[in-house]
């Protein structure tokens, strides 16, 4: 049964972490700022929950969001603001998008840029991470639209035969998640 929650979690004058390519620090702008135009470059995490079966946690984003409205993404994703670190951050949201409590674990770090017709962009460095959870995911509606667990297999073949359903940073962070982590995944558990 899909539970839900309404709370808003996300503001748009929150301060964001503007670095350059090498992730040192060069200001701090409100989320809007960052995601107009061409986007400035900001630091932001995705997370990759997954149950006790492999399946992930996939979410399909709220018509609320300004970038990628209803567009089917990783299990949860964001930034981390002023004056917090990448993983406290990643554990806020976890807890804020999914109730879920939990240690993610540190893959890699990507730098993307991607352009949502003349609405915005997305310019980030981005810290990739995985989770594990089987507890009841109760999701915030103000967040999230729907969600549900995945087959990798079946998310394999969903990018490759509906690429226009999902968000561009899943798109490149699952195969690589599959071709580099998968083994660490499974360790994981």
């Not at 554990?91 to 770090?109: A, D, N, S, V």
């Amino acid at each position: 049964m899909k539970q839900s929650r309404a709370k808003v979690v996300s503001f748009d004058s929150e301060p964001l972490i503007l670095v350059d390519e090498k992730d040192n620090v060069v200001g701090y702008d409100s989320k809007v700022a960052c995601h107009q135009g061409h986007g400035q470059l900001h630091r932001a995490f995705s997370i990759f929950v997954f149950n006790r079966h492999n399946e992930l946690l996939l979410q399909q984003r709220s018509v609320q969001k300004p970038l990628w409205p209803l567009y089917w993404s990783n299990s949860c994703c964001s930034h981390p603001r002023h004056g917090e670190g990448d993983l406290e951050s990643a554990q806020r949201r976890l807890q804020e998008e999914l109730c879920i409590t939990g240690l993610p674990e540190f893959l890699y770090r990507f730098r993307y840029h991607a352009s949502y017709g003349d609405i915005g962009a997305e310019h980030e460095l981005c810290s990739v991470y995985i989770a594990r959870s089987d507890a009841p995911v109760e999701v915030n509606a103000s967040e999230i639209a729907d969600w549900c667990y995945i087959a990798p297999e079946t998310l394999d073949r969903e990018l490759a035969e509906n690429p226009e359903r999902y968000t561009p940073w899943l798109k490149l962070e699952w195969p690589r998640l599959r071709k580099e982590f998968w083994s660490r995944l499974e360790a994981h558990g």
